[in-house]
Nanobody, 127 residues
Framework: QVQLVESGGGLVQAGGSLRLSCGVSGRTFSDYGMGWFRQAPGKEREFVAAISWNGGRKGYADSVKDRFTISRDNAKNTVYLQMNSLKPEDTAVYYC????????????????????WGQGTQVTVSS
């Protein structure tokens, strides 16, 4: 069984930055493509960013491109989401997810591709 634990959420003013982390345990981390999703109140869960098993490929939602950066450290079994220039509309619960043996970014965009999910961390951006 794979466990994912997010951290790093919080309250920040518009224009500020946060760095989310997601620690993964239970299986070989490099066997998984990783993604970040978010869900705001009353809205569906949406794709934010994804990264291939070795970090060589990355993909972003248009709404966060050029502001957010996804990265991973396979030695630490951790995936990160650096969020800069935050906006009030970025307010949501952020989830990391792991997709076993999924290697291409287009296949890491849909939530149904993922096998395991974290519990989520709240990000609140005040105006």
């Amino acid at each position: 069984q794979v466990q994912l634990v997010e951290s790093g959420g919080g309250l920040v003013q518009a224009g500020g930055s946060l760095r989310l982390s997601c620690g993964v345990s239970g299986r070989t981390f490099s066997d998984y493509g990783m993604g970040w999703f978010r869900q705001a109140p009353g809205k569906e869960r949406e794709f934010v960013a994804a990264i291939s098993w070795n970090g060589g490929r990355k993909g972003y939602a248009d709404s966060v491109k050029d502001r957010f950066t996804i990265s991973r450290d396979n030695a630490k079994n951790t995936v990160y989401l650096q969020m800069n220039s935050l906006k009030p509309e970025d307010t949501a619960v952020y989830y990391c997810a792991a997709a076993y043996h999924v290697y291409t970014i287009p296949n890491l965009i849909g939530p149904n591709e993922y096998d395991y999910w974290g519990q989520g961390t709240q990000v609140t951006v005040s105006s």
